[in-house]
């Protein structure tokens, strides 16, 4: 099931609503204290807050093309300006500051760096990012930069983007030139965010760019960019920093709705879907038999598959970054239902306990890689007093406190967002972050949850 496609489930009226704010009171014990140094974070992406989009020499990407199409975007929105992050950046590394922050992650526009996603170097962009992470720097807050968050050039697209296996080359060049750039400066590069996401959104039900509808290319898309995940790895290598470097995956645990066989049986298939399909390529370095075995006989992603892919994108990761919204519930059928809380965004399954499965189950089924979470946080239309969001990265913390306990080498957490921003397909009208956005005057506020959330890193824990 698509993470956003919910939305139609929702209207169906099979959604439960936001039974949060009922839980506030009855969150976890406080006084639990996080290991010295764990990382307390915010995440963020290019197109979705630094707008500029024509400035300083950035070429177009396909998320530029794709929202400037009518009806793509609730409202007509666009990232054009987005949080106006590009001329405003200063003032929101004192922001990242003020909350305490220790990490910060977010994206690099490819098309910023390389307008025409290779070739010449635009100096103007790179030197945004220069600007960026010497800022982050001289503030003590570590860059996590993501290299790639959904917006690949369009001069690519127009060469068949990640349709075409040349594609992980031209990605590989870009992060060698990003490695050679930024060297150490940068501790941790992530290469690819949530791959699963274009696969099911991009180019099966069409809701993000390039708007394809086409499963069988879809999993042609995945494999070309797990293998240039891969690349860009021995890309690194090759520069000999000391930097790490992993992959940002959505992962979502999933649960049989009731006790029956088929529905044990349909939550092990959609494990394949939601999870397995991307970690046993990256951390085993094979596909899941089951998962290889229900693609058609005939499907392009056997033939997209050639001999050694799979050494490549099994390089070995230092860390995997972890995207977690919530739980995958499916019945015996196979439909997703939601059986916990949602948020404003209805296709969030709302379930604390399900970061624990999920964290415990990677170290018992794929060895104790180190993790951070690289997203977790809910939309709601609270634009201050965002209490149910505090509640919800209380119950958070605490699971991911509790996975900690279990031996689980987890060094961090980036709450997503650091502050709203454009949320693709539903443009501004889904609220993310922990510091609310006027967009009409980019005027930044802090909602109860920046507070806490300062409160909760001073005292390294709840
Ligand atoms: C994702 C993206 C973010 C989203 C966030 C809320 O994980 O889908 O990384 O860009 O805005 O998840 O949907």
């Known amino acids: 099931m698509r993470r956003r496609d919910l939305l139609t489930l929702a209207a169906a009226g099979a959604v439960a609503g936001p039974l949060l704010r009922s839980r506030a009171e009855a969150g976890p014990a406080a006084g639990l204290t996080f290991p010295a140094g764990f990382g307390w974070g915010a995440a963020t992406s290019a197109y979705q807050i630094e707008g500029a989009v024509k400035e300083d020499g950035r070429g177009p990407s396909v998320w530029d093309v794709f929202a400037h199409e009518p009806g793509r975007i609730r409202n007509g929105d666009t990232g054009d300006v987005a949080a106006d992050h590009y001329h405003r950046y200063r003032d929101d590394l004192d922001l990242m500051r003020d909350l305490g922050l220790t990490s910060y992650r977010f994206s690099v526009s490819w098309s910023r760096v390389l307008p025409t996603g290779r070739g010449t170097v635009n100096p103007k962009g790179l030197d945004f990012y220069h600007r960026l992470v010497d800022g982050l ?42 490695f050679s750039a930024f060297g150490d400066a940068v501790p941790i590069w992530l290469t690819l965010n949530e791959p699963k996401t274009v696969v099911d959104n991009g180019y099966t039900s069409g809701s993000h760019a390039p708007g394809k509808r086409d499963r069988r290319l879809a999993n042609v ?20 920093a000391r930097s790490r470097i992993g992959p940002a995956l959505s992962l979502s645990p999933t649960y049989p709705a009731n006790d029956t066989g088929a ?31 229900a693609q058609p006989a005939d499907a392009p992603v056997r033939a997209a598959i050639k001999d050694g892919d799979l050494a490549v994108i099994a390089a070995r990761n230092d860390i995997m970054g972890v995207n977690y919204y919530g739980a995958t519930t499916v019945t015996g059928t196979g439909r997703r239902v939601m059986k916990h809380p949602t948020s404003q965004a209805t296709w969030q399954e709302i379930y ?21 979470i690289t997203e977790n946080g809910m939309a709601t239309t609270n634009a201050l007093r965002d209490e149910d969001r505090i509640a919800f990265l209380r119950e958070h913390l605490a699971a991911a406190h509790r996975t900690i306990q279990a031996g689980v080498r987890l060094e961090s957490y980036h709450l997503w967002s650091l502050m709203d921003n454009f949320e693709w397909a539903e443009g501004y009208t889904q609220r993310w972050g922990i510091v609310n956005v006027d967009f009409t005057t980019q005027r930044r506020t802090r909602k109860a949850s920046a507070d806490w959330y300062r409160s909760v890193i001073a005292r390294n824990g709840l």
């Open 221 to 240: 898309v995945g494999h070309h960019l797990l293998l240039g995940h891969g690349l860009a790895v021995q890309a690194l290598r090759a520069t000999g």
């Open 137 to 178: 720097l001289a503030r003590n807050i570590r860059p996590v930069v993501t290299l790639f968050h959904w917006d690949t050039p369009q001069a690519l697209q127009d060469l068949g983007g990640w349709e075409n296996r040349d594609c992980a080359k031209w990605f590989a060049d870009y992060a060698h030139t990003m």
């Open 352 to 372: 604390p306990d399900g970061l624990f499965d999920l964290l415990t189950r990677i170290k018992r089924d794929y060895g104790d890689i180190p993790l951070s």
């Open 263 to 293: 529905a044990r049986r349909q939550a092990a298939t959609a494990d394949g879907e939601e999870n397995r399909r991307w970690l046993d390529p990256l951390l085993l370095g094979r596909y899941p038999a089951d998962w290889l075995a």
